[in-house]
């Protein structure tokens, strides 16, 4: 069992910036791709940035420019630093992790979730 474990959300004004972490915990013998997936209210989750365990980045075209995504291996945690934030970003922000628990038996675990609201 993996626990995704985030922290960081809250509320800030439009043009501020928040840092989000999420560290995983448990049965882990390697992570592959990490992530950030949000949820505005009334909408579906949708994906705003991953990165590979090499350090590789993708991101949605709605957060390119002002999220950065980072992470330490050694920590086995995410990072997400969100800048130049508008009431748009307002979400619940979830971690995502591709965790390979043994050679051969992969899952993907998802975090508990952590509120983001950005006030005009």
């Known amino acids: 069992q993996v626990q995704l474990v985030e922290s960081g959300g809250g509320l800030v004004q439009a043009g501020g910036s928040l840092r989000l972490s999420c560290a995983a915990s448990?049965?882990?013998?390697?992570?592959?791709?990490m992530g950030w997936y949000r949820q505005a209210p009334g909408k579906q989750r949708e994906l705003a940035t991953t990165i590979s365990s090499s350090g590789s980045a993708n991101y949605a075209d709605s957060v390119k420019g002002r999220f950065t995504i980072s992470r330490d291996n050694a920590r086995n945690t995410v990072y997400l630093q969100m800048d130049s934030l508008k009431p748009e970003d307002t979400a619940v922000y979830y971690c995502?992790?591709?965790?390979?628990?043994?050679?051969?038996?992969?899952?993907?675990?998802w975090g508990q979730g952590t509120q983001v609201t950005v006030s005009s």
């Open positions: 995502n992790a591709v965790v390979v628990q043994k050679p051969g038996y992969t899952l993907t675990y």
């Open positions: 448990g049965s882990i013998f390697r992570i592959n791709d």
